[in-house]
């Protein structure tokens, strides 16, 4: 059974400065995707990963994914307010076009 | 830019009464999903379709829980009857590309039971 993990699951940190969410999945997956929620609304799709050392950048968000270690990082840089969400990865199962998310990292950018 | 749409976006009832939800996936996508996602917890799979047949529902409370995608287009989830557990933010998404499987998410139904 697939699992998903990240951590942390609360982050506080002050704008201007760098970070790192882990997702850490637990059985063979060959896809990893990043989705951001902002309180009461949807999932917005962010990255999607689909190879070993995948590396993928948009604005102050960088994902990778190291299918080896079955590992994918979310980096943030330079922290500003309006990043401030829940960020969701989620893994597939391979041969299944079916998602597993991990339990979510609340991220809160303080000014 | 093509939406998934769901209704009613909130739902308030007593236990034991009966709700459906409803979705209409974004045109051309073949494959949609209903998640549950329980407040402060990532989505959990309900069902999966591939068209109008049925994918997975390995997740879904088939005693209470009932779903169906009859023209293999838009579909409906219901429950019957609803228990206080039950109190969640359902979503919809659909997907046309097998290769990805990059999700698209509708805004959800937040249902309340008192």
């Known amino acids: 059974e697939l699992k998903v993990e990240q951590n942390p699951l609360f982050l506080s940190m002050q704008e201007g400065k760098n970070y790192t969410i882990y997702c850490n999945y637990s059985?063979?997956?060959?896809?990893l995707y990043w989705y951001r929620q902002d309180p009461g609304k949807s999932l917005e799709s962010l990255f999607v990963?689909?190879?070993?050392?995948a590396v993928k950048q948009e604005g102050r968000l960088m994902a990778s994914l190291d299918t080896k270690a079955r590992l994918s990082t979310l980096h943030i840089t330079a922290a500003v307010h309006d990043l401030s969400a829940t960020y969701f990865c989620?893994?597939?199962?391979?041969?299944?076009?079916?998602?597993?998310f991990g339990q979510g990292t609340r991220l809160t950018i303080n000014p | 830019e093509a939406e998934v749409a769901q209704s009613p976006r909130y739902k308030i009832t007593e236990k034991s009464q009966a709700v459906a939800f409803w979705c209409d996936p974004i045109s051309g996508h073949a494959t949609l999903y209903w998640y549950r996602q329980i407040l402060g917890q990532g989505p959990e799979l309900l069902v999966q379709?591939?068209?109008?047949?049925?994918?997975?529902d390995s997740q879904l409370p088939k005693d209470r829980f009932s779903a169906e995608r009859l023209k293999g287009v838009d579909s409906t989830l219901k429950i019957q009857p609803a228990e206080l557990g039950d109190s969640a933010m359902y979503l919809c998404?659909?997907?046309?590309?097998?290769?990805?499987?990059?999700?698209?998410f509708g805004e959800g139904s937040r249902l309340t039971v008192l």
């Open positions: 059985t063979t997956s060959d896809r």
């Open positions: 990963l689909l190879s070993n050392g």
């Open positions: 379709f591939q068209d109008e047949s049925v994918v997975d």
């Open positions: 998404a659909s997907s046309w590309d097998s290769y990805t499987g990059e999700l698209f």
């Open positions: 989620a893994a597939s199962i391979q041969g299944a076009q079916k998602l597993v």
